[in-house]
């Protein structure tokens, strides 16, 4: 009998839980009888049902690897038997059906994580997958999740990040403190940090010698600095070198007061904003806080009777507040005391009996209103008539006001101070009510040489000469 071998070639698709199969061979036709009168063909075998077939590989010997395991299941259906030979001398019988070819119905896992295949012969085998590879992470360096806030070691919080596959992983800070090796300090004490996350320990207040040294943590805390008098009745200030923003002033030093506030004692000092002063300070001497970082306006003492040349000159901060009383007893304030303070405003106790103001605070006068002492550069005034009972311009009066265009000088003034409107760079005219007698000092031949009152009567050049000199005094005012 001759057999037909067919090898049918499969589309292998994949599907979620099920695989489509490979379609069975029909089976052979019955032989005819071999005597007598020939027998009725077998009826052909019954097709196979369609088998299923996963997306793997076939075997050399045509056998289906699943996985990498080969199962016992060939990748073609088989062949269906031969039909049986009729009887002699009669006719045939029919030819036994074919069997049907057997593929696979589906494959899915089961709850094992095993392959599961159900054949089309309802038989079924369960294949055990090889063991996945595991991933082997590789973490980076540990990164401070909560940064910038305010917790200590034990509840900062860190996480790594796998560079194969991005997963994170996390913990908490460290179990307990790096403290430093060295102490921290202010004005006041000094304590521990956390090198982690800048806690603090073992606060305590600095242990001061003489020298206002610290004996506990070995740092200069220093302070105000005094000195005695060579007759040693009082004691002024003479510098600073402490820490702090606020500086006291002590009223006794050695057992004798202190009055004064010496030259230059916090000039160029910026550490320091305010100052509290006793109710002995007397003097302020020359340049005492020039170009300092005094901000809040002092409460000068009541003792106080002298303010000294720029004493507090270049004092950008004060006036931020409130304006700077001058108190009762105050008889004496020296040029430019306040010079490019850009926002003071003066405040004169009404029982003071030497100054008084005008403007709101902006001019200080003598109290008689006889001596113009102070314009504030920071006058926002374009033009500005000196009041007729002024005799006296003193020096740097209108100095670096850039807002001043024109000034009218009455005949009553005898005398303009050295520099007196140095800096007036906007100030175009002048006008002199009394334009016969002026001597420029400039001049070095006796009390200076008179001014030609054709230069003084005119405006533009008046104004020039006034900017540029030295001075200007009238000749029955020379003193």
Not at 98 to 126: A, P
Not at 211 to 233: A, F, M, N, R
């Amino acid at each position: 009998m001759r057999k037909k071998l067919i090898l049918s070639l499969c589309m292998i698709v994949m599907a979620s839980v099920a695989l489509v199969g490979c379609k069975g061979e029909k089976g052979d036709k019955g032989d005819s009888g071999a005597q007598g009168i020939q027998g009725v063909q077998g009826v052909p075998g019954t097709p196979g049902e369609d088998g299923v077939t996963p997306t793997l590989e076939i075997s050399n010997d045509g056998y289906w690897v699943i996985n990498g395991t080969k199962t016992d299941c060939k990748a073609i259906g088989q062949d269906g038997e031969d039909g049986k030979n009729g009887a002699n001398g009669t006719n045939g019988a029919n030819g036994v059906n074919g069997k049907d070819g057997r593929g696979i119905r589906s494959v899915e896992y089961d709850g094992m994580g095993n392959l599961k295949i159900v054949y089309t012969d309802n038989t079924e085998q369960t294949v055990p997958l090889p063991d996945k590879e595991e991933h082997v992470h590789t973490y980076g360096d540990w990164t401070l999740y909560n940064i910038g806030a305010d917790v200590s070691c034990t509840e900062k919080i860190y996480y790594s990040v796998c560079s194969q596959c991005n997963e994170m992983k996390w913990k908490k800070g460290a179990e307990s403190h790096v403290w430093s090796a060295t102490y921290t300090y202010d004005e006041y004490a000094h304590w521990y940090v956390c090198e982690t996350c800048g806690g603090k320990t073992a606060r305590e207040d600095h242990t001061l010698n003489d020298d206002k040294d610290c004996t506990v943590c070995q740092q200069h805390i220093g302070g105000v600095q005094y000195e005695l008098s060579e007759d040693k009745t009082y004691a002024k200030v003479v510098g600073y070198d402490g820490l702090a923003w606020k500086a006291t002033i002590e009223r006794e030093y050695q057992g004798v007061p202190v009055t004064h506030v010496g030259e230059g004692a916090f000039m160029g000092n910026y550490t320091v904003s305010r100052v509290e002063f006793p109710d002995t300070i007397t003097t302020i001497e020359d340049f005492a806080f020039f170009d300092s970082g005094l901000a809040y306006d002092p409460e000068l003492p009541s003792s106080l009777t002298t303010i000294g040349e720029y004493a507090f000159a270049y004092c950008d901060g004060l006036g931020l507040n409130t304006s700077v009383k001058i108190p009762a007893a105050v008889t004496s304030i020296g040029v430019g005391a306040f010079d490019h303070c850009l926002h003071i405003e003066l405040s004169i106790d009404e029982n003071n009996r030497t100054y008084t103001t005008q403007n709101d605070g902006n001019i200080l006068f003598s109290k008689d209103m006889t001596t113009l002492y102070w314009y504030n550069q920071e006058l926002n005034i374009q033009e500005y008539a000196v009041p007729e009972t002024v005799t006296k311009i003193a020096s740097y009066a209108f100095a670096g006001n850039i807002y001043l265009h024109k000034v009218i000088i009455p005949a009553s003034v005898t005398y303009i101070g050295a520099n007196s409107f140095e800096g007036c760079k906007n100030l175009k005219s002048a006008v002199f009510g009394e334009v016969e007698g002026w001597r420029d000092s400039r001049k070095k031949d006796g009390a200076g040489s008179a001014i030609d009152p054709i230069i003084v009567s005119n405006v533009e050049s008046a104004a020039t000469l006034l900017r540029y000199s030295t001075y200007l005094k009238r000749t029955e005012n020379e003193a």
